[in-house]
């Protein structure tokens, strides 16, 4: 029987889906749908035919993790050119994973090459399973190829090219008979693990031997326990196949794996096979995964999560008699980001993250809890403790950055001693209280009434239906002040440019305007406009408002500081015109 229909009928069933195309020709010919009926063509904005290559890279634009499979002893990424390259340097047999971001699963896709006879093209059958738990294809595929190739001699050679294959992934693979307590080498990648086993030995004494070599000591005792054989029946019972996961003095993370190589209707076995495989890599994107889940990108300190978590263990664990707990925040954030733009904004950031990092990180712990809010949890004596806020004050007084000249916070904090009989959470909103308070006396030094502000932009109400900020630079915007309902049809789209067509779109500007309303926003005509130094930029239009057509005027002034690298102007749409 062909290998590729043995592999498609052992697989099958467990895939999310198959299909086949031609790798030659780099052309996928028909629609790829999964066992539930999901058209994964159709989801990537595809139809067939197609390139395999423009479906991969389709498929990595979806938020999906980098598809990669090993070469030899490199990670190249999946693409046609590598299939082939990989087919001609002998491998029939090619894995890849990727991750999902959106279910948190990991997923396996098993290419197996042939040549064709008639086209001489050369053919991929791809298959698709779900691995977080567990890496059956792989294994249950092994098992397969060693147990058919011992079985099978005029298709020895063939099976042997995809055992080699599969070698990439796999260090060491033994085969071992239970009865007579042997086992044989089938594949090894390291000398002085061959010299140990040799290519037959027994199996209670070298196995045992090589995870000496291989484990770690704190690992020793439950590797010892997983390859006992004379308890591996009872603990394959029921099983496909059992792992354990530990790290090597010089070898990284490994991971051991037994599974029967073929199991009677009444359970029984008395062959399996023992490998182990390299999986520093995925130890290493878990690690990352876990870094990221508790880090802030921008800024690099904790995030809100372990902020939380952290409050948590207080809780529990009770709260120290010297930890003091910060509340912070940044002063003029938004000011800053009207006018010198978001990059600025980033930079005064990451500049408040570096004071308060150089300050407080040999005492406790930092956060940023998101926008321009930040935390701290530090322990530090009551006689230390002003020489510690002072060293906090003078570093945020001495900042300077390359878009932003100085940096302001407010901040409140509390202690275990003034907060007897609190709990943790009642310390953070105590914290948070004294923080804003210091905040409400920093404007107010200023001379800026924030209520006052607001009651001001209110008062635009009256003679503006609409204050919009637009960047049209990035093409973004931000609603300001509106006093209508936007319809179902506008929906508050992602980009300005999107905002100008929604409205001619759906019928708010009157026909006889339509190319005069579009023509006016035009990003490059309205920075060209200010460029040339011009102060306002208007033009007149009818508008449907209420239902009826009646004449605005839109006035778009530059935001303080516009210039090369700040393109935010302010978009006021006037209720009359004379």
Sequence with gaps: MNLVKQLMDTFINEALFYFKFDVSTRVVKDDIVDKFGNNYMKQFGLQVPCSFDEVINRFVECGYADIMFMVGMSIKNITCDGLLTAFAEGQN?????????????????????????????VLATVMCT?????????????????????????DLEYKLKIIHSMSQF?????????????????????????DIMG?????????????????KPEYTKEVNEFTDFTTLKKRLKGKKFITKSFEGPYTGWLESVFFPVEVSDTGNFTQVIFALRDISYEKERENQLIYNSYVDELTKLYNRKMFNENLLEYVNGGIPNNLVLFSIDVNGLKVVNDTLGHAAGDELLCGVADCLRNAFKQH?????????????????????????INHLEHLVKEWHGSLVDKISISYGYVTKE????????????????????????????????????????????VMYY????????D????????????????????????????????????????DKFINGFNHQVIREFFASGKKCYSFSYKRKINGRYRAVKMELVPSDGYGETNNTLFCYIKKRTR
């Design 170 to 194: 796999y260090k060491y693979i033994y085969y071992c008979d239970l009865e007579s307590e042997v086992y044989r080498e089938v594949y090894c990648d390291s000398d002085y693990v061959h």
């Design 93 to 121: 047999y090619v894995e890849s994973s990727f991750y999902k971001p959106d279910n948190g699963r990991h997923y396996r896709l098993m290419y197996i090459l042939e040549r064709d006879d008639i086209t001489g093209h």
């Design 199 to 215: 290519e037959v030995g027994n199996i209670h004494i070298a196995i045992r031997d090589m995870c000496r070599l291989l484990v």
């Design 466 to 473: 609409k204050v919009i900020k637009v960047n049209v630079l």
């Design 364 to 388: 406790g712990k930092i956060f940023r809890l998101g926008g321009d809010e930040y935390a701290a949890i530090i322990y530090v004596s009551p006689e230390n403790r002003s020489g510690l």
């Design 130 to 154: 779900d691995v977080t738990d567990i890496e059956k294809m792989r294994l249950h595929s092994l098992t397969k190829s060693l147990y058919s190739a011992q079985k099978q001699a005029e």
């Design 418 to 461: 003034e907060c007897h009989g609190k709990t943790i959470y009642e310390m953070a909103k105590l914290a948070d209280k004294k923080m804003y308070k210091s905040k409400e006396e920093y404007y107010s030094q200023k001379g800026v009434d924030r209520r006052g502000m607001n009651s001001a932009r209110d008062a635009l109400g």
């Design 475 to 514: 093409d973004s915007y931000q609603i300001v002040h509106m006093d209508e309902k936007m319809g179902e049809d506008l929906k508050r789209p992602p980009k300005a440019s999107d905002l100008v067509e929604s409205y001619v779109r759906s019928g708010y500007i009157h026909p006889d305007d339509v």
